[in-house]
């Protein structure tokens, strides 16, 4: 027998009878069976078996008449979120719009309505469902009514998700992509599954097939082809750390945060410390023009990336390059004097209009900061999340970009105030920036630290790192750079980028081919 820590429900003998005397029917009758974690576990039985009643008395929904039903797994009774029923037929509520639906039962249960919207939004983003966000229940197919429904379940994270004949009144090739959504949510919120299902094609998927007649149930042994159960079900491991998902290939606009990711913000922010220079410096078109041009550049490239429908590195690193080009320039403009540097040494021109506000790096970094800290309270008061792998909304992506183009004027005020000003050099400050990346690392495992705040100060970090190195590879060697000049550097750095953001793109296809597949078509 199971241990009670490694079960989530047990059935000891349940009954469920409706009515009294001569007239009272058993729609359940003496059940046992035990539901453990990772179970994928069918029960097949004509209409009126009593497959539903099971499944209601697993819920908690309706209480046993004989018998006992216990959840020795959970440390919550199931009415409190620890256990997601998705009912039969429309259970949406009409007068609520999509978000509205799926957050509603963290509104019901006391969560905040701005932290349930957001993490509405996420579960609409498992189950390919976000850009449906805004619709009402009457404007959706009955697929997809069936995916939010399938989100609403997944809200309050559950241990044990109970679908009634999921795909009942569905066409069989809609009823295989609910059923590819339901696998995705439970996967996402590592839980158990129990389907009710007429469907035999369903039934084959689960690993573990239970049967009820006249209300009795009978239990058989696993799956004898577990094989081609997991050959048909797609891949769709959804963990809570930034690993990959099938759904996130469909619905994500923004890239994965792996190693890969940081190594390739380094390699862009470099390189728009580095083109900055080329521009501003080596051509000598000054920086006023030279931040009129870059910032042209930075919409040009954003508009494509908003346009984009997915995710794709070609679309969204350019703008990373250009952002962080656009801080170059802004932030040697608000912090030096370019006109009285350049034409002390003799220089006839740097360019058409004023070259730097001469304010000096603490106050530009002041004015920086308190415009990153606006930015970011008004995307708190948007409702929108901060996770980056869960903005797929407009809004939610415009904030971010603004937040990546102050941030990265900001870093690259602190590059060149460590490397120019500190008395630090390019090597010091480069080791003492690392250190602050090493100690935000060690933080990712530290209890009530959030995630998301080590992200945004990493991701600011990274620019006072990029610009260091922009300036250790370009800047002469008596000054303490390799001289390798802005044009030799900028080149080396954008074959790099192209190198990572090419292998990224056929990485991204060979990964998310099969699962491609299966589920960018659940949104009918």
Not at 154 to 178: E, F, K, N, W
Not at 215 to 227: E, V
Not at 284 to 289: A, H, S
């Amino acid at each position: 027998m199971t241990t009670a820590g490694t079960l989530l429900l047990r059935c000891q003998d349940a009954a469920r009878t409706h009515g009294n005397g001569p007239t009272a029917l058993a729609a359940v009758n003496s059940a046992t069976c035990e539901v453990h974690p990772g179970d994928r576990i069918a029960i097949t039985g004509p209409s009126g078996s009593g497959k539903s009643t099971l499944l209601n008395l697993m819920a908690d929904v309706v209480q046993p008449t004989a018998g006992e039903i216990s959840w020795p797994g959970l440390p919550q009774v199931p009415t409190r979120g620890q256990v997601g029923v998705m009912l039969q037929g429309p259970t949406l509520v009409p007068a609520l719009s999509v978000a509205e639906n799926a957050a509603l039962p963290l509104v019901l249960a006391g969560i905040p309505r701005e932290r349930a919207h957001r993490r509405a939004l996420h579960c609409l983003a498992v189950v390919a469902a976000a850009e449906l966000a805004h619709k009402m229940p009457s404007e959706l197919s009955g697929g997809q009514a069936r995916h939010v429904a399938i989100a609403r379940t997944l809200a309050t994270s559950p241990r044990l998700i109970l679908a009634d004949d999921p795909t009942s009144d569905l066409d069989r090739a809609t009823g295989r992509r609910v059923i590819d959504v339901l696998f995705a949510a439970a996967d996402e919120a590592g839980a158990a599954l129990v389907v009710t299902t007429r469907d035999p094609a369903v039934a084959e998927r689960l690993r573990k097939l239970w049967a009820m007649h006249d209300g009795r149930l009978h239990l058989s042994p696993p799956s004898l082809a577990p094989a081609k159960a997991a050959q048909e079900a797609p891949v769709l491991s959804l963990p809570d750390g930034d690993a990959a998902s099938t759904a996130q290939y469909v619905v994500r606009k923004l890239p994965e945060v792996t190693l890969a990711f940081w190594i390739m913000k380094i390699a862009a922010t470099t390189l728009g410390e580095t083109a900055g220079d080329l521009f501003a410096q080596t051509l000598r078109l000054g920086y006023f023009l030279t931040t009129i041009a870059v910032f042209l550049m930075f919409v040009v490239t954003l508009l494509v990336q908003l346009r984009a429908r997915h995710y794709n590195p070609f679309f969204y690193w350019p703008v990373i390059v250009s952002t962080s080009m656009v801080g170059t320039t802004v932030s040697d403009f608000m912090n030096r004097d370019a006109s009285s540097k350049y034409l002390a040494k003799g220089a006839t021109s740097l360019g058409w209009g004023p070259q730097g506000l001469g304010l000096d790096y603490p106050t530009g970094a002041a004015i920086l900061i308190s415009l990153l800290i606006a930015i970011f309270v008004a995307w708190k008061f948007t409702g929108q999340t901060f996770v980056i792998r869960d903005i797929v909304t407009f809004r939610g992506e415009a904030l971010f970009w603004s937040a990546i183009l102050v941030s990265n004027t900001l870093g690259t005020s602190m590059g060149d105030f460590l490397s120019d000003s500190s008395g630090l050099g390019y090597a010091g400050s480069a080791l003492l920036i690392t250190g602050a990346l090493l100690v935000l690392v060690a933080l990712i495992r530290v209890p009530f630290v959030p995630n998301v705040v080590l992200f945004w100060i990493a991701f600011v970090l990274t620019r006072p790192l990029g610009a260091t190195a922009g300036d250790f590879l370009t800047k002469p060697t008596f000054k303490g750079g390799l001289d390798l000049g802005t044009v030799g550097s900028s080149a080396v750095l954008l074959a790099v980028l192209f190198a990572l953001m090419a292998y990224g793109h056929f990485r991204d296809r060979a990964r998310g081919r099969e699962a491609h597949g299966n589920i960018s078509r659940a949104v009918d």
